[in-house]
């Protein structure tokens, strides 16, 4: 069974296939695959649905997507996001075709071909008495969790159930003064930057509790901590103002019987041995391309840390069928055997995305991934 596959390989066992999955599947692919128009994965669509009072079609929307790709693609896991709550949502006063300022404010610009939000004008002078209280009794709304359930009842059985935090708050720019000012921040305003963490992250955990509790397997958060060069705060101030936040919601999940699949990009060789003495079960958005290589990962890291990808994002928009069926067999002969693998792209399949490309990547699985591995 598929879900059996992403326990196999997060155990480090070997199952009778590499397993596989995707984040998420920019909505212009989804509308290929499923040959109807999609809610689903266009954050844009989303918002103009709470806008317009048809919050309910976006929902139903998303379990229809969410349960029938996996079916048709071959994926073993699901990754689901948080709902939009069921409140009244007021129209904000727009600026343009996409953006727009809301009741406090602030202002937003979305980009169609991105699928997301790629600006957004924060609170730089934001001070440390502003930030919420980090002892509140902070709950979750019940109607965020509506598309899991929906997608729990139908797949749970089958498929491996991740949840998306709607937050993360181990880096907490996106809540308070944006990237720049945080950054800063962890030199000349420590104390702001520790308050606004544990702030956060505590929400954070409240939002794993309640994904947990409803069924799911695991939870991943998804704040970034580098770039193709590095960490971009360095290593002192990763390891004083964001370790711990980790640390403490790789307990929580554990203390629920979950799996913690940590996502983040870039080049993370400087941290590597840090999430896994804190826990991390799975590590999400590897790119080989700038050399996060899958041979010295699995040398390294063998038996304690499971990858989640495999094949260059760029590569499936950019490279040849040849290309991608090249990165997924290194992947697979590389790291799947004594399990510890999922095939995945590096980051989800962006606009731009060939389905030829695609599908080299599944024929590779089935052509490679069948254990016990040939290398």
């Not at 964001?242 to 979950?258: S, W």
Request: negative net charge; hydrophobic residues 35%; proline residues 4%.
């Amino acid at each position: 069974m598929p879900r059996e596959r992403v326990i196999a390989q997060l155990q480090h066992r070997e199952p009778d296939l590499v397993p596989m999955g995707e984040n998420h599947i920019h909505h212009s692919l989804v509308e290929k695959y499923l040959k109807r128009e999609v809610m689903y994965g266009n954050g844009f669509a989303e918002l103009k649905a709470c806008w317009d009072g048809r919050r309910d079609d976006y929902i139903q929307d998303s379990i229809s997507t969410l349960t029938g790709l996996p079916k048709l693609l071959g994926h073993d896991y699901i990754r689901i996001p948080a709902s939009p709550a069921d409140r009244e949502y007021k129209k904000p006063k727009m600026l343009g075709e996409y953006s727009w300022e809301d009741d406090s404010g602030q202002q937003f610009h979305y980009n169609p071909g991105v699928g997301q939000l790629v600006s957004q004008v924060y609170n730089t002078e934001m001070t440390i008495d502003e930030l919420p209280d980090a002892d509140e009794d902070f709950k979750v709304d019940e109607s965020e969790l509506e598309v899991i359930r929906g997608v729990i009842a139908e797949m749970k059985k089958t498929h491996f159930i991740i949840a998306r935090l709607p937050l993360d708050g181990t880096f907490a720019y996106k809540q308070t003064v944006g990237i720049e000012e945080y950054m800063v921040r962890m030199i000349l305003d420590p104390d702001f930057v520790k308050k606004a963490s544990e702030v956060y992250v505590n929400r954070s955990i409240a939002y794993i509790n309640a994904f947990l509790d409803a069924g799911a397997d695991a939870v991943m958060p998804t704040d970034d901590y580098a770039d193709n060069r590095g960490l971009m705060m360095g290593y002192e101030r990763f390891a004083e103002f964001i370790l711990p936040g980790i640390r403490k919601q790789v307990e929580a999940t554990h203390a629920k019987g979950g799996y913690f699949i940590k996502h983040t990009d870039g080049r993370t060789w400087d941290i590597l041995d840090d999430l896994v003495e804190a826990g991390v079960d799975g590590w999400h958005g590897i790119q080989s391309s700038i050399g996060m290589d899958f041979k010295l990962l699995k040398e390294k890291y063998r038996g304690r840390l499971c990858f989640f990808g495999g094949v260059n994002c760029e590569t499936l928009i950019q490279g040849s069928p040849e290309d991608v069926e090249r990165e997924a067999q290194y992947a697979i002969q590389n790291a799947a055997p004594g399990g510890g693998l999922v095939l995945a792209s590096g980051n989800g399949l962006e606009n731009g995305t060939t389905l030829e490309n695609y599908a080299a990547m599944m024929e590779a699985r089935e052509k490679y991934g069948r254990y016990p591995i040939q290398v």
